[in-house]
């Protein structure tokens, strides 16, 4: 069976990367029987779908958390990362070469389904508390809706705009006016993560609380008006936010566990703590009360001690937590280094080393991970429960229960040269994908066209990538 979690680098991987084929893990395709772009100028549309249909997704699964997994797309796009991850869906921010603007690429591994729509771009309005996108939805069904927070420059209204997939209207172009909690003030708070939950979408910001509304009212087309449910203090003092401290998700996170909302926190970034007096705390929020109980608190001396940390450094701070989807008992730690200056009150994560995944109640370290020795990616992990859909959506080989073998690959994993090559009036550099079928290269005599890769350097001369090319029946030259 497929892990039952994942913790996915944020970052995707495309053709811009020279490390896409730099890793033991085999990618497999992702399945996508429908493809649409939707919200784009008449002129531009056909472009679009276009670059959607050249578009190839994989995945490269790792056995099990803490090991990194990640995303990859080949074609039309120079960058790309994760905004949401919710249940089946996946939500990727990319920028397509030669074209204005962000746009959002949307997967549905039980949908199959692949849309991209631009992100908003009105200038009437403005975002505020935060310019990611979140994921909104019901208590029931499998309908589900994109949000964005933002304001009416003209009148001053606080709104949410969405895009549904299951409606006809262009992205962004349903709106609901809200009406938030008095305790919100825009020039303190913002929100730093997104999560949905029993019918409820959350916006938390982790120095402050968590506001809430109900997914009811934003699947209602009948109201235009969407009234927040209130505002849940955090279990620590609140302070401002302040640019000369470490960002906030080098020691904070929250999310939801299973059955419940948790809150994790890591002293010694705000104020000097002793290193082997840092301390991780986990609380729990009781939905009954909204009233956080503290269910975990773990120093660094102790975590020392626990079976399984063995022989990892001691002179490590804890850093960047994650809270398993799946079990309530782990948190994921990455240990690195750290400075600043305790004078002025400033303390930074610089070079992460270690990712652990920590039995917080049977004290142990389950297992853990060395990280690359670079400082651009590690603080943006999330961990989800996508695999567990993935059965039925990858494209590539899985044995009888579903679990992909290495036996083959079913994407070429060599980065094709860039070599700028004119064939068919097809520009094969702008165009890395293997162009449309047009009927059998060579007649489908795979020796044959090996032959001929290698003279003509067709495929950069990969025979390999050639071959799986060839059998796939489609033109290269």
């Avoid at 204005?100 to 389904?113: E, F, K, N, R």
């Avoid at 297992?367 to 943006?380: A, G, M, N, T, Y």
């Amino acid at each position: 069976m497929f892990p039952s979690e994942v913790v996915l680098e944020r970052r995707v991987r495309t053709d811009a990367d020279e490390d896409l084929a730099a890793t033991n893990l085999p990618l497999f395709i992702l399945k996508c029987k429908d493809r649409k772009a939707e919200g784009y100028a008449a002129a531009k549309l056909e472009i679009y779908n276009q670059r959607l249909e050249d578009m190839v997704i994989g995945v490269r699964l790792a056995d099990e958390p803490p090991a990194v997994s990640y995303l990859a797309i080949r074609g039309s796009a120079s960058f790309a990362d994760i905004v949401a991850v919710d249940k089946t869906v996946i939500v990727i921010r990319l920028d397509i070469p030669g074209e204005t603007g962000l746009s959002y690429l949307i997967y549905d591994a039980v949908a199959l389904s692949l849309r991209m729509i631009p992100a908003p771009e009105d200038h009437s309005w403005a975002y505020v508390l935060s310019s990611r996108v979140s994921v909104a939805r019901p208590c029931s069904g499998t309908d589900y809706a994109l949000v964005h927070t933002g304001r009416v420059v003209d009148g001053g209204e606080d709104s949410l705009f969405l895009w549904r997939p299951s409606s006809s209207s262009p992205p962004w172009s349903k709106k609901r006016k809200c009406s938030f909690p008095g305790l919100i003030d825009w020039s303190v708070n913002q929100s730093n993560m997104e999560f949905s939950f029993n019918g409820h979408t959350y916006w938390a910001d982790l120095l402050c609380g968590v506001f809430y509304c109900s997914c009811n009212t934003l699947f209602d087309d009948n109201s235009s008006v969407v009234k927040f449910g209130g505002f849940i203090r955090l279990p620590v003092k609140p302070v401002r936010h302040n640019r000369r401290t470490a960002r906030l998700a080098s020691y904070r996170t929250m999310g939801v566990v299973r059955d419940s909302i948790r809150f994790v926190s890591i002293d010694g970034f705000q104020d000097y703590v002793e290193l082997k007096d840092r301390t991780v705390t986990v609380w729990k929020l009781l939905g009954h009360d909204q009233h956080w109980e503290e269910e975990h608190k773990l120093s660094l001396e102790t975590l020392w001690g626990f079976e399984g940390f063995g022989d990892l450094p001691k002179d490590l701070t804890p850093m960047y937590p994650l809270l398993s989807m799946e079990d309530t008992d782990i948190v994921y730690l990455v240990l690195g280094e750290c400075g600043g200056n305790p004078l002025k009150r400033r303390f930074f994560p610089s070079t992460p080393r270690f990712l652990l995944a920590v039995d917080m109640t049977n004290k142990i370290v389950r297992s853990s991970v060395p990280l690359e020795d670079e400082d651009h990616w590690f603080s943006s992990l999330v961990s989800c429960g996508f695999s567990l859909h993935l059965q039925k959506a990858l494209d590539g080989p899985c044995d009888d229960e579903g679990i992909p073998t290495k036996k083959k690959h079913p994407i070429p994993l060599k980065k094709p040269r860039m070599k700028k090559l004119v064939r068919g009036g097809r520009n094969v550099a702008e165009s890395p994908i293997p162009m449309k079928k047009r009927g059998k290269c060579h007649g489908g005599n795979v020796a044959e066209a090996s032959i001929h890769m290698k003279k003509r350097k067709c495929h950069g001369g990969n025979v390999a990538e050639a071959t799986i090319h060839m059998k796939n029946k489609r033109m290269c030259c």
